[in-house]
């Protein structure tokens, strides 16, 4: 499964990268404005960090316009990613950028008709978005396993890039459920590491070799 972050933060996505948990990096352009950065100084930056896809996110809102952003935005460097908002608009410039060869990343999904339409739009990357359905009393993890059954039922190519992941167990149960790609704020990945038990054992460990007197080094 392929690890993004979902953040603007370049100190935090680097942090990742160096350890090797970066295979991408979502930005949208709520992250944009909490960075208070400019976007195509940040998606150069990032683009430098990792050479996997980065998704930056177009602002227009009908087809043609939004074309002209994405070729715009693809620019910055070549593994830029155009997201794409799952609308009529947005499927249109997705087929079309698709054609060109430009990777594809269509967000905001929350059914699975949704994803069904940017797969045969020729998506690279469909978002549907968890945490959001859950917020309303939904299961997005359904959704996730819903997508996974209809994508491999006619062996469509579209990655499921699982967004809007607020926990280390939306983290896991993607991974079960079989999504291609998560992508989650640098904080989720890094609770990913985390257990007390792991850490009560290392105290001890630590305890009976201080006892050894020996060292390695
Ligand atoms: O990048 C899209 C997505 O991950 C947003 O997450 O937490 O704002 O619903 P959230």
Known sequence: MKFFVDSADIDAIAELNDIGLVDGVTTNPSIISKSGRDFKQVISEICKITDGHVSAEVVALEAEKMVEEGRHLRKIAPNVCVKLPLTMDGLKACNILSKEGTPTNVTLCFSP?????????????????????????????????????????YGYETEILAASIRSANHVKECAIVGADVITAPPKVIKALASHALTDKGLAAFMVDWKKTGQTIL
């Not at 069904?116 to 020729?122: F, I, N, R, V």
């Not at 968890?130 to 994508?151: A, K, N, P, Q, V």
């Open 113 to 153: 008709n949704q994803a069904l339409l940017a797969a045969k739009c020729g998506a690279t990357y469909i978002s549907p978005f968890i945490g959001r359905l859950d917020d309303i009393s939904l299961d997005g993890m359904e959704l996730i396993e819903d997508i996974r059954t209809i994508y491999d039922n």
